[in-house]
């Protein structure tokens, strides 16, 4: 941890200025380490398409003190809905997350050990991915490519921004690709998307923003336009590999929802920690009739029994009894399926056979007509990428109210009124008492437990599925459920291998 002794940080005072604060470091080390480097200052460093102009043009590099001026703004942008979500945290939180979250710093260190350059990735079993690019598994070098899907977004967008600024300072910004592809808003979307867009540009994080106006008339299928769309974010990441044999290690995939710094570097960690093929959060939604927020995405979550979750209180969204019990007390899942807004993805199988993608269900061939997300779960399956895990310490929401009401400040249990303290000491966390409120307080501290790596066993044989066809004009799955037979590739312990080694440099 040798952050450690050099961290400007320690002198802020909250955990987003830690972000903050290993920002202005890493960009001043980097100003100062990019020396011997030619000073192209390339605008975009967008993918370019094979028969476009090769030739790149290289732009007058801005001054330092001009640089400090971009940099000034972007750490002064503030979010909004988010705003609180690491302000106030207790101090013992900070410290964990700061020392968790270190193996993720991937800006230049000097001090950094070298010697698993030289490591290269061994031989690795018949089916194992191996990057043909490969560089090392050091940190600096882990590359994220973030997709983003967004439709009359307003909304959101500045908190998502203000927290992919932060969150790709920590992972560094030449290791970020951000591929947003817009469908056509109505709203101002778009006109805010141009200034983010600059915004990141400024910094040397390479953004590609796309917009369609292709509607989704255009299509038979509900779920081909879906796909349709999510492949859309994906294209820059196959055109970076065609036109310069850049591969990324880490795909970010988010919906439209409002995410904390600390909540995608959670997903990050829990992906890479556990080598999973997919990793996703626990999205919320407000239920009018029980008037509290319930799990969302039960379209696509399957437990590791195949069964579908429940748009549920916490208490009975899963059936399968293990799984719950971990639910309950905030613990990362093994499940055969999931999504909830925030997706982590291990690359390998888009890149390598059988190049997978979103895609809505072979119908002819007699497969349920499930969401496209389920399918490419289905499809990581199979392509033995099976480890698939959910994160239900990290909750998501889609709107502010739901978003206020999963993260509540944390009560001072000490001042409530007849409260009787059990022990411990009042200043130390570790034994004072926590707030053990079922959503939130954000800053829960870290327990030994959620860094245990998961033990990770075949897929069920059988998986619930809900079918839309999209023929009629209801609004939801609208084909009979039924329990679906998977390959038999997705039951073997073969599809729960490690093959695409992520893993963190834990020093
Ligand atoms: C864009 O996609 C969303 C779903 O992601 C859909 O609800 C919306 O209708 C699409 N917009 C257009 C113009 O088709
Ligand atoms: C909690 O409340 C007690 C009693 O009012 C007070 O002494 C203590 O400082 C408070 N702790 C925090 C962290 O605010
Ligand atoms: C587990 O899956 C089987 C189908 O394979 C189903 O019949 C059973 O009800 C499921 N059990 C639970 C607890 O969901
Ligand atoms: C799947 O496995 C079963 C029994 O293990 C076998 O009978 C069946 O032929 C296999 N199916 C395929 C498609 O390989």
Redesign the pocket.
Known sequence: MQLRSSNPLKRLPTWVSLSVGIFVGLFIARLFTSESSPSTWRSGHAPVAPHASRTRQSITLPTLEQRFRVLELLTSLSPHYTKECTRNA?SMYKEQAEERYTSLIGHESPSRSSWLDTLGLGGGLEGDFVPPSRHSLAPENHKYFFAINLYNSFDVIPDLFATLFRVAAILGYHNVYVSIYENGSSDQTKALLRIFDALCQSVGMRVTIRTSMRTRGAFNHRIEYLAEVRNAAFGPLHELRAAENEYFDTIVFMNDVLPCVDDLLELIWQSRHNNAGITCAADYMYHEELGSPVFYDNWVARDINGTALENAPFESIFHHGASQDRFQRHLPIQVQSCWNGIAILDPAPFYAPPHVRFRMARITDGECSASECSLICNDYWEAGYGRILMVPRVKLAYDSRVYDIIHPGRR????IRGYVRLGGL??NPRT?PQDRAWFGPHDRLFTDEESIPIDFVPGPEYVWCWGWDGAGDLDGPDVDPIWEHMPNKSISADAVRVRHDRRMNLL
């Open positions: 207790q001072n249990l000490t001042a009042p200043d004072d």
